[in-house]
Structures are given as structure tokens and as C-alpha cells.
């Protein structure tokens, strides 16, 4: 099955500074990679995807890049601000027309005033 | 965008009984519904994928007879933990299709077993 790694597990960075998650995959059937932002105790909310047809996708301060040859995909966010701070998610799709989802572990992103 | 719910938010029971969880797609009819367990700082784990008039189909590990789902209409899942112990307190989430690939979380219930 699909098997996603995300990195860092936390990251801190100063307002006004960009910030970079990596996530992998194995699959190379996958084909739809969504990233989520959760704030505690709330569900998680999409902020970006992108299919494998595509290699950059960009919207305001938010763009999440994908290289299929190296299966790893990032996201970027630049001038971050204090409520840009929660967990992000990476997640890669099982290929095939399945829609099931596979979650990385996990990004604790603080942005420090 | 699409809209789910989940009833209730936050459940405390105790060991050994059954909770039943409601995911509702309240504007779109939903013929796949997935759900999701969430333990405290870490990732979402899908359970089961959820189709409508169907049996789920589970993921590896997960125990269907403990955590039965049923999906007897395009607006409404349940998952019903059974006989309930400590170890399955969670954030269990809900989540579904309305067509193409973006999936819609519900908000989440809280499950305590004291």
C-alpha cells in the first residue's frame, strides 16, 4: 500500500519568513496529493492540492510543488503569519480511481511573532 | 463547498458499552463516506471506506465487528464502536466525496471511555 513521509515534524519560523514541508511517497499510481491545516480539536481543513498532470500550483502565499520521477511533493509558504501556526498534513491518494487518502505524520508549523 | 456533519462532538461513556457516531452530508448526496481515527498528536488513520448500500470495507488492523459501519442512505453514515475500553478514546472523523477527488471532513467527535 501507499506509504507517505513527511518532514520536518516541527517548524519554527519567524513572521514574515517562508516555510517548507517535504512530503514522499511510494505509490507510483498516486496521483491527487492534498495538503490539510488542522488547528486542535478541529477537522482538518484543504488549503491546497494538485494532480499529477500539473507541477506547481500556486494560490496567494500558499503553492505546493510535485516531482512524479522523484515522488515527493512540498509545500510552500511564504511571508507566513502568527495564524498560519497549526498542524499541516500531507496526503497522497491509493491511485487506480481509489480515492482513499494516505496522511503523513504530521507538521507542527509556529510562526513566531 | 460541501458540508458534513458529525453527531455528537464529544462523548463520554463507559467501558464496555456503545457509542454510535453520525456523519451527515447535509447539502450533496454522498456515495462514499470514509472514517478516520485520530489519536492526540497524531496523523488521521483511515478505519473503513463506506459505500452506500453496501458492506465497508476495512482497513488492515481495524476490526470490523468492533467498529461497525453502516451506510444505509447517500446522507448518512454511523459507526457504532462496540463494547468500548479505554484504548479507543480518540478523535474520530468523518469525511466524503461529492464528486471528484476533494474529500469533506466532518468536525470530528471526541470519544472518552472512562
Known amino acids: 500500500g501507499e506509504n507517505v513521509e513527511q518532514h520536518p515534524s516541527t517548524l519554527s519560523v519567524q513572521e514574515g519568513d517562508s516555510a517548507v514541508i517535504k512530503c514522499t511517497y511510494s505509490?507510483?499510481?498516486?496521483?491527487?496529493f492534498p495538503w490539510y491545516k488542522q488547528e486542535l480539536g478541529k477537522r482538518p481543513q484543504l488549503i491546497i492540492d494538485i494532480r499529477s498532470n500539473v507541477g506547481e500550483k500556486k494560490d496567494q502565499r500558499i503553492a505546493v510543488t510535485l516531482n512524479k520521477t522523484a515522488k515527493h511533493f512540498s509545500l510552500h509558504i511564504t511571508e507566513t503569519q502568527p495564524e498560519d501556526s497549526a498542524v499541516y498534513f500531507c496526503?497522497?491518494?491509493?491511485?487506480?480511481?481509489?480515492?482513499?487518502?494516505?496522511f503523513g505524520t504530521g507538521t507542527r508549523l509556529t510562526i513566531i511573532p | 463547498g460541501a458540508v458534513v456533519s458529525q453527531h455528537p462532538s464529544r462523548v463520554i461513556c463507559k467501558s464496555g458499552t456503545s457509542v454510535k457516531i453520525e456523519c451527515r452530508s447535509l447539502?450533496?448526496?454522498?456515495?462514499?463516506m470514509f472514517w478516520y481515527r485520530q489519536f492526540p498528536k497524531q496523523s488521521l488513520m483511515l478505519m473503513a471506506t463506506?459505500?452506500?448500500?453496501?458492506?465497508?470495507?476495512?482497513e488492515q488492523g481495524v476490526e470490523k465487528d468492533k467498529f461497525l459501519i453502516n451506510h444505509a442512505s447517500l446522507t448518512l453514515s454511523t459507526l457504532t464502536v462496540t463494547s468500548a475500553h479505554p484504548e479507543d478514546s480518540s478523535f474520530y472523523i468523518c469525511?466524503?466525496?461529492?464528486?471528484?477527488?476533494?474529500?469533506?471532513f466532518g468536525p470530528g467527535t471526541r470519544l472518552t471511555v472512562t
Open positions: 463506506s459505500n452506500e448500500g453496501s458492506k465497508a470495507t476495512y
Open positions: 447539502d450533496f448526496q454522498a456515495t462514499t
Open positions: 496526503a497522497a491518494d491509493t491511485g487506480f480511481g481509489n480515492e482513499k487518502l494516505t
Open positions: 505509490d507510483s499510481a498516486s496521483n491527487y
Open positions: 469525511s466524503s466525496l461529492a464528486g471528484g477527488y476533494e474529500q469533506y
